[in-house]
């Protein structure tokens, strides 16, 4: 697992004549930081990452929040067509990206969205796969509990914000890690919901550093290493909940 | 009737009030009546003088661009925009990366239907995007003067038409180059100012090379490979007098896998079999030549110009090597206008008329590995110390004599994915070289059957 990060973080090092050595080579001829002024040099990165860091993080507080009522819904609570409803949503999950993100486009064309934040993070906002995953543990807080908080006076938002929450951090905080890493990774629908270039995240800022003429991989690899430094953050934040999850679901991302 | 009365005497009471007013100023107003004509006539002035100062400047043409070109060939078409802009200050261009090929093909198809489209893209198979929606606007505008459509090489030209009519204009256009290691072919002994003419004389030359020059002592060390397999098997197929494809009205059938195409299939067999090619390695094909353990390599002339600004590298080209009439089949990207308003369509034909001049398509086409287009282009200075400067441009440019394509059809792409599998089926020994193509023309011809 440890083997592509090491190999980015040396590749980020390397001259050219080094990435291209066949057999390859491990260790770069000499370790300057060249590489990572030419990423500043090529594109307005700082703008790219802010746009990353700001999208990704609304986009998952909002996903989790909804997903989180959702699954409470799914799980705590009766209403009418709720099987149903439960399986539309499940259905969503098997619909690839590609399929839809021309109706996609087209909704938020006649809506406005084109070049705004607003596209750029409410079309995103897939919540099945999340609400499932919080679904699967708030089904395991037995129902007794809540019966004893609605006799101590709780209403339902009471009851979601003070049992259902606290007893399923370690479910929300694995869900954030996969609505985090979703939306950091995202290029297609940033690329078709931007044109300008303020608006683009950092995935597509990567792509302007691939050429058809051929990709000078060093100065990517030196653009990636400074791509995965939020995920790296958020993952240490959330490594104890993540490996609980794992423990408790089997997932892994 | 009772309307129709009222209607006649309304208006013989006009007439009347009219006459009367008439007569009021011939008996003894014409003096102030000259003065009201005089303001008018300041009046009228001045709103003239405001229609010439305010109307054109708030009447700027708008134009978006698009273009599928990153790195430094965007930076370079990023530029030509800014120069035309300077230029002509009553256009302002808003213009965006739209990402590779792929990705600006669906960003484009995507606008297209919400009326959000560029007026003018640089795009890979852009006459999918004009000429298959019966849009062939700058067909009737190639006879612009100030264009000179016979300057643009004819192979060039089949590059951008759908069911034979010209829809876009060529742009970043590249062939295939084969190149070569100096150091392999100086330890092997090899003289190429001769160079082999033929394929089978390829082959031996190729066979030697990899027989004693390998200069890393890798025991993984090959003779000859190519970047983009389709690419070079449809160079192969026309060279040796098989057109890919079959084109009957506007009918469109596989036409690779007749006699012709199976000589080309076997060929590509017996480089395999005589071990002067490995087996499937072709992604990898580019990093060996680069690190020495391959001696020919047949990729875009596009790699021509970072190369040759590598000093590490000794490399150099030979022309492609022929079957039985030399060619090479194009690639690259094609400026297209999807504007829609009749004013928009022509400001974008202004632009595309810019770009695809003699002096900024030579530019781009030398600051990106691009080819130059036209052929005036070639005589340009600049040009002709590039040739001077490394022989590989030489190479590249006089192919553009013998460059050829096939028109655009919807299916293309398939058709490359499927020649790509039937290839590497033969390679590895899966299925006989015409048993591979065959299989590739019926599922080709199932896909354009719907």
């Known amino acids: 697992m440890i083997f592509p990060f090491v190999w980015m973080m040396l590749s980020s090092f390397k001259t050219p004549a080094d990435v291209y050595n066949y057999p390859p080579k491990w260790i770069p001829s000499s370790f300057k930081f060249t590489n990572y002024e030419e990423v500043f040099k090529k594109i307005p990165f700082i703008r790219f990452y802010a746009n990353s860091i700001f999208v990704s993080v609304v986009q998952t507080v909002l996903q989790i929040a909804i997903s989180a009522m959702g699954a409470f819904a799914f799980a705590k609570l009766e209403f009418p067509l709720k099987n149903k409803l439960f399986a539309f949503m499940q259905s969503s999950l098997f619909v690839p990206e590609i399929v839809t993100i021309i109706p996609l486009f087209l909704l938020a064309a006649s809506a406005g969205l084109i070049d705004t934040y607003t596209g750029l993070i409410v079309a995103e906002l897939n919540c099945a796969f999340t609400t499932l995953l919080i679904m699967s543990f708030f089904q395991t807080i037995p129902n007794e509990l809540i019966d004893a908080a609605k006799v101590d006076g709780c209403g339902y938002i009471r009851v979601f914000l003070e049992i259902m929450l606290p007893n399923s951090k370690t479910a929300i905080g694995t869900a954030s890690l ?64 993540f490996v609980q999850s794992i423990t408790l679901t089997g997932l892994k991302t | 009737m009772e309307n129709t009365a009222r209607a006649c005497v309304l208006a013989g009471n006009m007439n009347r009030e009219l006459g009367t007013r008439m007569r009021a100023n011939n008996r003894g107003a014409i003096p102030q009546g000259g003065n009201t004509m005089k303001k008018s006539v300041m009046i009228c002035i001045v709103m003239l003088a405001l229609i010439a100062v305010v109307i054109p400047a708030g009447a700027q043409t708008k134009l978006k661009v698009w273009f599928a070109v990153s790195g430094d060939s965007g930076e370079t078409f990023k530029a030509l925009l ?38 003018v893209a ?10 298959a929606r019966d849009d062939f606007f700058i067909e009737s505008k190639l006879n612009d003067p100030d264009f000179n459509k016979d300057d643009i090489y004819p192979g060039v030209w089949d590059y951008a038409k759908y069911n034979g009519r010209i829809c876009a204009v060529p742009y970043g256009i590249s062939t295939q180059v084969m190149y070569y290691n100096k150091a392999i072919i100086e330890k092997a002994g090899i003289n190429l100012k001769n160079p082999p003419k033929t394929w089978n004389e390829f082959l031996q030359v190729a066979k030697t090379a990899q027989t004693k020059g390998n200069i890393t002592g890798t025991p993984d060390f090959w003779g000859f490979d190519v970047t983009d397999v389709p690419w070079l098997f449809k160079t192969m197929l026309n060279q040796n007098e098989n057109s890919v494809i079959s084109v009957k009205g506007t009918k469109i059938s596989p036409a690779f896998n007749d006699d012709k195409g199976v000589e080309v299939a076997n060929f590509w067999k017996k480089l395999i079999d ?21 001696a020919f390599l047949a990729a875009t002339s596009a790699r021509i110009s970072r190369w040759s600004k590598d000093p590490n590298l000794k490399i150099d080209a030979i022309p492609m090597p022929y079957f039985k009439r030399p060619s090479v089949a194009l690639g690259g990207n094609v400026l297209v206008i999807l504007a829609k308003d009749p004013k928009t369509k022509e400001a974008a034909w202004d632009l595309v008329k810019f770009l695809a001049s003699k002096e900024n398509q030579t530019s781009f086409a030398l600051n990106t590995g691009y080819l130059p287009i036209r052929k005036s282009g070639l005589t340009l200075p600049e040009a002709k110390a590039a040739v001077t400067e490394n022989p590989m441009y030489a190479i590249a440019f006089d192919q553009l004599d013998i460059s050829w394509s096939y028109w655009h059809f919807e299916q293309m792409g398939t058709m490359d994915q499927l020649l790509a599998q039937a290839v590497d089926a033969l390679e590895r020994g899966a299925l006989t070289p015409k048993a591979a193509l065959d299989k590739a023309a019926k599922e080709l011809q199932a896909e354009i059957d719907g």
Request: aromatic share 10%; glycine share 6%; charged share 15%.
């Open chain 1, 178 to 241: 996969f609505a985090f890493l979703t939306h950091w990774r995202s290029y297609m629908w940033p690329l078709i919901i931007t044109n300008d270039v303020k608006m683009r995240t950092l995935p597509i800022g990567l792509k302007y550093l691939v050429t058809e003429t051929g990709t000078e991989y060093q100065v990517l690899m030196a653009a990636s290493v400074m791509a995965i430094v939020p995920v790296l953050i958020v993952y240490m934040l959330m490594e104890k909940e």
């Open chain 2, 82 to 119: 800014e120069k035309y802009k300077a230029a002509n200050p009553n256009v302002s261009i808003e213009y965006s990366y739209s990402g590779n090929y792929a990705d600006t093909a669906t960003k484009v198809s995507a606008a297209l239907l919400s009326n959000t489209a560029p007026d």
């Open chain 2, 122 to 131: 640089l795009m890979a198979a852009g006459p999918l995007y004009t000429g």
């Open chain 2, 274 to 294: 005589e071990k002067v090619m490995p087996v499937g390695q072709h992604s990898n094909a580019e990093k060996k030549f680069l690190a020495g353990n391959l």
